[in-house]
C-alpha cells in the first residue's frame, strides 16, 4: 500500500457554482465533501476524486466570488496533471471542442501523450495517457463513460527558479526520487505509487515571481501513513533543513502540516485517515453541507452567507 505520493490539491476559484458544474458535470469527478474553508468559513471548500476521495485523487478548491485572476510565475504551481486510459484521450478531446472547454493541442511529454486544457478560471490542467490506467478504479456517474474516466492525479509541475533544494525536501523528507531530466523539467517519482506520483520541477531561473489568484494553485498536499510518518517528517524538516512547519491542523479528513519549500510554494503533508467518511456515508459523500464541530453552533448563519449553488449540489 502506498504510503507517499500526493495527497490533493488545493487550488482557489472563482464563482463556486461554475467551478461545481466544471468538475463535476464536465469532468465527471465526485463531489466527495461539500464544507466551508475552516479559516474563513463564509467560503465553501470543494472536495473532488474517485469514489471514497482516496488520497492521490482530491482536488479541493476555495471558491471566492470576486479574487482577481493569479498571474503565474515562481514559486507556484504551474501545471496540474490528472490520469486517463490511453483509448480515452479522444473521447476528452471531442468533449473539450464540444463543451467549449479551453485547450492545446495533444502534445508528448516524458514519453506520454498529454491534453493540457484550463478550467474556468484559467488553472492549467492536463490529461496524461497512462498505458494500464484503464484497470484502475474509476467513478462515474454516467455523464463520462467508466472507461474514459479520470483516475486521479498524476502529478503536478512546479515553476522554480532553481529546482535542487526543493528536489531535496522531495527527495529527503516526502519520500520522491529523481528519475530523469528533459529540457528544463526534472521528474520526480514516488516509487510505491502510480496515483499522484509525480512531481516535475521547472527551473526558469530569474522569472517573475507568481501572484496568488484565481487559477492558481494554493498548496500540494504530500501523503504520511499516519501521525508518526508525519511526525518523522516534521522531524526531518527541522533537523535537515532549518524548516519548522506549523503546528498539526485537524482538518476532520486528515490532519496537517503546512510549510513553504524553498522554491516558495506551499507544501502540506496530510495523514491519510480518517478520509471522507468520517462524517457521511460513503454512498452519500458530498451531499450535505458539512461543517466541523467548532463551527456547527454557527450552521444557520454560516449556510445563509455562502454562494448559490442551483441546482448542480
Ligand atoms: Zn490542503
Given at each position: 500500500?502506498?504510503?507517499?505520493?500526493?495527497?490533493?490539491?488545493?487550488a482557489i476559484a472563482?464563482?463556486?457554482?461554475?467551478?461545481?458544474?466544471?468538475?463535476?458535470?464536465?469532468?465527471?469527478?465526485?463531489?466527495?465533501?461539500?464544507?466551508?474553508?475552516?479559516?474563513?468559513?463564509?467560503?465553501?471548500?470543494?472536495?473532488?476524486?474517485?469514489?471514497?476521495?482516496?488520497?492521490?485523487?482530491?482536488?479541493?478548491?476555495f471558491?471566492?466570488?470576486?479574487v482577481?485572476?493569479?498571474?503565474?510565475?515562481?514559486?507556484?504551481?504551474?501545471?496540474?496533471?490528472?490520469?486517463?486510459?490511453?483509448?480515452?484521450?479522444?473521447?476528452?478531446?471531442?468533449?473539450?471542442?464540444?463543451?467549449?472547454?479551453?485547450?492545446?493541442?495533444?502534445?508528448?511529454?516524458?514519453?506520454?501523450?498529454?491534453?493540457?486544457?484550463?478550467?474556468?478560471?484559467?488553472?492549467?490542467?492536463?490529461?496524461?495517457?497512462?498505458?494500464?490506467?484503464?484497470?484502475?478504479?474509476?467513478?462515474?456517474?454516467?455523464?463520462?463513460?467508466?472507461?474514459?474516466?479520470?483516475?486521479?492525479?498524476?502529478?503536478?509541475?512546479?515553476?522554480?527558479?532553481?529546482?535542487?533544494?526543493?528536489?531535496?525536501?522531495?527527495?529527503?523528507?516526502?519520500?520522491?526520487?529523481?528519475?530523469?531530466?528533459?529540457?528544463?523539467?526534472?521528474?520526480?517519482?514516488?516509487?510505491?505509487?502510480?496515483?499522484?506520483?509525480?512531481?516535475?520541477?521547472?527551473?526558469?531561473?530569474?522569472?517573475?515571481?507568481?501572484?496568488?489568484?484565481g487559477?492558481s494553485?494554493h498548496?500540494?498536499?504530500?501523503?504520511?501513513?499516519?501521525?508518526?510518518?508525519?511526525?518523522?517528517?516534521?522531524?526531518?524538516?527541522?533537523?535537515?533543513?532549518?524548516?519548522?512547519?506549523?503546528?498539526?491542523?485537524?482538518?476532520?479528513?486528515?490532519?496537517?502540516?503546512?510549510?513553504?519549500?524553498?522554491?516558495?510554494?506551499?507544501?502540506?503533508?496530510?495523514?491519510?485517515?480518517?478520509?471522507?467518511?468520517?462524517?457521511?456515508?460513503?454512498?452519500?459523500?458530498?451531499?450535505?453541507?458539512?461543517?466541523?464541530?467548532?463551527?456547527?453552533?454557527?450552521?444557520?448563519?454560516?449556510?445563509?452567507?455562502?454562494?448559490?449553488?442551483?441546482?448542480?449540489?
Open positions: 500500500m502506498a504510503t507517499t505520493g500526493i495527497h490533493h490539491v488545493t472563482g464563482n463556486a457554482r461554475r467551478n461545481l458544474e466544471f468538475y463535476t458535470r464536465t469532468l465527471g469527478l465526485r463531489l466527495v465533501k461539500k464544507t466551508v474553508n475552516f479559516d474563513d468559513p463564509g467560503t465553501y471548500h470543494f472536495y473532488f476524486g474517485d469514489a471514497q476521495g482516496s488520497p492521490g485523487t482530491i482536488i479541493t478548491f471558491p471566492w466570488s470576486h482577481a485572476s493569479g498571474r503565474l510565475g515562481t514559486g507556484e504551481t504551474q501545471e496540474t496533471a490528472l490520469r486517463v486510459p490511453e483509448a480515452a484521450l479522444g473521447f476528452w478531446l471531442e468533449r473539450f471542442v464540444a463543451m467549449g472547454v479551453s485547450h492545446e493541442p495533444v502534445a508528448t511529454r516524458f514519453g506520454a501523450r498529454t491534453l493540457p486544457f484550463r478550467d474556468p478560471d484559467g488553472m492549467a490542467l492536463a490529461l496524461v495517457a497512462v498505458p494500464g490506467a484503464e484497470s484502475e478504479p474509476a467513478w462515474s456517474d454516467g455523464s463520462v463513460p467508466e472507461e474514459f474516466a479520470i483516475r486521479g492525479i498524476h502529478g503536478v509541475t512546479l515553476l522554480l527558479a532553481e529546482a535542487g533544494a526543493t528536489a531535496k525536501i522531495l527527495a529527503d523528507v516526502l519520500g520522491f526520487a529523481e528519475e530523469r531530466t528533459e529540457g528544463a523539467v526534472t521528474r520526480l517519482r514516488s516509487p510505491d505509487t502510480q496515483i499522484g506520483g509525480i512531481v516535475d520541477l521547472r527551473a526558469v531561473g530569474g522569472f517573475p515571481r507568481g501572484r496568488s489568484g487559477g494553485v498548496h500540494i498536499a504530500f501523503r504520511a501513513a499516519d501521525d508518526a510518518a508525519q511526525a518523522e517528517m516534521v522531524r526531518k524538516l527541522e533537523t535537515a533543513f532549518g524548516i519548522r512547519p506549523t503546528p498539526q491542523k485537524d482538518r476532520t479528513y486528515f490532519r496537517s502540516v503546512y510549510f513553504r519549500e524553498p522554491g516558495g510554494v506551499l507544501f502540506e503533508i496530510a495523514t491519510d485517515a480518517p478520509g471522507f467518511a468520517v462524517d457521511e456515508l460513503p454512498a452519500h459523500l458530498g451531499e450535505a453541507l458539512k461543517l466541523p464541530a467548532f463551527l456547527e453552533a454557527r450552521r444557520a448563519e454560516i449556510a445563509a452567507r455562502l454562494p448559490e449553488l442551483g441546482d448542480t449540489a
